[in-house]
């Protein structure tokens, strides 16, 4: 074991974990007043949920022995053999700081699907739904891209999550869009922001945890993760830029929450590739993923779904760029454990991650949506028109943001 | 006894106060208020999408005062207020029944 890994796994696990509460800021300065404590629950109330469902058994289920590509054993439930040798996946660090990390990010995931059916969910559903979700969706996810399941035997590269964390999310925002419906009201009433410093709070938090998610993911203190980091803070930057420039051209105005979603759309972009491209790469993969977002929540508009804090659009469609570009721009130059990609004369791999990308949407969007339809079935997804008008904070929490 | 209700631009609040405070008016109460008359609201861009905001933010004074000031007072106010730009505010000149100090009990033109 090497204590310089294991210090840097357990700090980046702790900025992966302060992610939670940075989206929880995130999100809830995007939705109306009434809404803006349902929407921080949306996020925090999983660091309860989900981190008990994964030491109990999600854990297990994800980097368990490999039952058949498809999922692990039950050999760590109860994180049974999970302890302070350095024993599990790697055996650099502890198992516990292995599992440690692995916890955070299956603490953030589902928190990220909450933006599409804010201010029009029942807190009960919500948390049971996304307590299935865990279980039935993220750690077959985990599995087989990460716990040596079927993905990872095919040789798709995903460094971080653009697979496991933003398409998943991705897909499983666009069947909440399509079950719950719309917003009452949307279309005709105007949903603005109500608080965008916060929502500019949560987005610098992000940003700043992002360097524990991509860099930590290099599994130990070295060159891979200082990588990682550039190319995580170069991809956000150049996003930033992309997104300030197609809006001022589009729209006519660079704005705050542009400068937000643009570097939030870099990060989810260079999620996957973070540990497998250059710094000069990650530019232009956070570049064209600021455009390629940009689109994507113009396109809710046209498909007429309401998404309403753009899930779809910034972590469907900016983990997929990013784990094509991935099969473009992945080099073995820089990770020798990784492979090289199309612009490095291998175009099998840019194969590779295509199937690996359809796979996910399939999967993950297919499960949701049938998961989503269960629990509606069983105990009703949306509250009544009469306590959505009201707000999720007084009708689900008895309670009100701003005593004013 | 009359009331006069002052809807002006915010910017103007510490003018217009300072211009009541001058002709001695013992007090005030003001509210921040939203409305249209023929100023234009403007335009938020949220991710793309336009929204179109009508109400502008105005500010709301009210003053209670005795009949024989109610020129004084609003003459006052629209030298202070005024900009010529479209959006200055209105005006209200309206009868007050009645006018009870809490404290003391008194009433009538005493408990201005």
Redesign the interface.
């Known amino acids: 074991m090497n204590a310089a890994d294991t210090a840097f796994i357990l700090i980046a696990a702790a900025l992966v974990m302060f992610m939670t509460p940075g989206l929880a800021l995130f999100y809830a300065g995007l939705v109306r007043a009434k809404n803006v404590l349902a929407t921080i629950m949306h996020s925090f109330f999983l660091l309860g949920l989900i981190s008990v469902l994964w030491a109990v058994g999600g854990y297990s289920l994800a980097f368990g022995p490999d039952i058949g590509g498809l999922i692990g054993g039950l050999n760590f439930a109860f994180l049974n053999d999970v302890g302070v040798e350095g024993n599990g996946p790697v055996n650099n660090i502890p198992h516990l700081a292995f599992m440690a990390f692995q916890m955070m990010f299956a603490v953030i995931t589902p928190a990220l699907i909450s933006g599409a059916f804010a201010e029009r969910i029942k807190f009960s559903s919500y948390a049971v739904f996304s307590g299935l979700w865990l279980i039935l969706v993220y750690s077959p996810m985990a599995h087989w891209v990460w716990g040596g399941g079927w993905m990872a035997k095919m040789g798709a590269l995903d460094f971080a999550g653009g697979a496991v964390v933003h398409m998943s999310s991705g897909a499983a925002a666009l069947a909440a869009a399509m079950v719950l419906g719309a917003r009452s009201g949307y279309g005709k009433q105007?949903f603005?922001?109500h608080n965008l410093p916060m929502t500019l709070t949560g987005m610098g938090i992000l940003w700043f945890g992002w360097f524990g998610f991509n860099a930590g993911s290099a599994l130990a203190a070295n060159g891979l993760a200082a990588n990682a980091f550039v190319t995580t803070h170069l991809a956000a930057s150049a996003a930033c830029l992309g997104w300030l420039i197609i809006?001022k051209l589009?729209?006519?105005?660079p704005?705050t929450?542009?400068a937000a979603?643009g570097a939030l759309a870099g990060l989810v972009a260079i999620t996957p590739a973070a540990g497998y491209v250059t710094p000069m790469a990650s530019l232009l993969i956070g570049f064209i993923g600021g455009f390629v977002c940009?689109g994507g929540?113009?396109l809710k508009?046209k498909l007429k779904y309401d998404d309403a804090l753009?899930v779809v659009g910034i972590h469907g469609l900016g983990g997929t760029w990013g784990a094509l570009a991935t099969g473009l721009f992945a080099t073995k130059a820089v990770n020798s454990a990784g492979a090289d990609g199309l612009f490095y004369g291998n175009p099998a791999q840019f194969g590779i991650q295509l199937v690996s990308v359809l796979a996910t949407w399939v999967f993950c969007f297919g499960a949701s949506y049938i998961l989503f339809k269960f629990v509606d079935m069983v105990m009703g997804l949306r509250p009544s028109p009469d306590d959505e008008a009201k707000g999720l904070d007084i009708t689900q929490h008895s309670e009100s943001g701003y005593q004013l | 006894m009359k009331k006069i209700e002052i809807i002006i631009r915010p910017f103007k609040t510490d003018d217009v106060k300072k211009a009541l405070t001058d002709l001695d008016i013992k007090g005030m109460t003001v509210s921040e208020v939203k409305g249209f008359g023929r100023q234009r609201g403007h335009k938020e861009v949220y991710r793309g999408a336009e929204y179109q905001v009508d109400f502008v933010s105005k500010v709301k004074i009210e003053v209670v005062v005795d009949d024989a000031q109610v020129k004084q007072v609003v003459d006052t106010v629209v030298a202070a207020a005024r900009t010529g730009q479209i959006g200055d505010g209105k005006i209200f000149v309206v009868p007050v029944e009645e006018t009870i100090r809490i404290r003391t009990g008194e009433t009538g033109v005493a408990a201005i």
Do not use: N, R
């Not at chain 1, 589009?250 to 105005?253: E, I, K, N, R, Y």
């Open positions: 105007s603005m922001p809006e589009h729209a006519g105005h704005t929450l542009g979603s940009y929540v113009l508009s753009d």
